[in-house]
């Protein structure tokens, strides 16, 4: 399962990584805007938008490339047991 997370902490990129590679997930972390953000993202079965550090243009952006396909997940904490808490509800 790949998912790509937008916005958290920076200094806890790598964090986040290990966490989905946990529960057998492939993730990518965008918490700064890149430039080509909309083709990086690709098309992911899960999306989890930190809502409190993410800028509306970033998620704007964002959600414009997604299809139909992809689970959308909105949590306003960036903590590691809201992402935990996340994966075990939404992975089988």
């Known amino acids: 399962m790949s998912v790509v997370i937008l916005g958290g ?14 529960y057998g997930c492939k993730a990518k972390v965008f ?4 430039a080509d953000m909309r ?8 999306l989890i938008v930190f809502t409190h550090t993410i800028s509306h243009k970033m998620v704007q952006c964002a959600l414009t490339g997604i299809c139909a396909n992809t689970k959308i997940v909105r949590s306003h904490s960036s903590s590691m047991n809201s992402l935990q808490d996340i994966l ?5």
């Open 9 to 22: 902490n920076e200094c806890m990129e790598r964090q986040y990584s290990n966490v989905c590679r946990r």
């Open 31 to 34: 918490c700064k805007p890149c």
């Open 39 to 46: 083709s990086r993202i690709g098309t992911p079965d899960l």
């Open 88 to 92: 075990e509800e939404h992975i089988a």
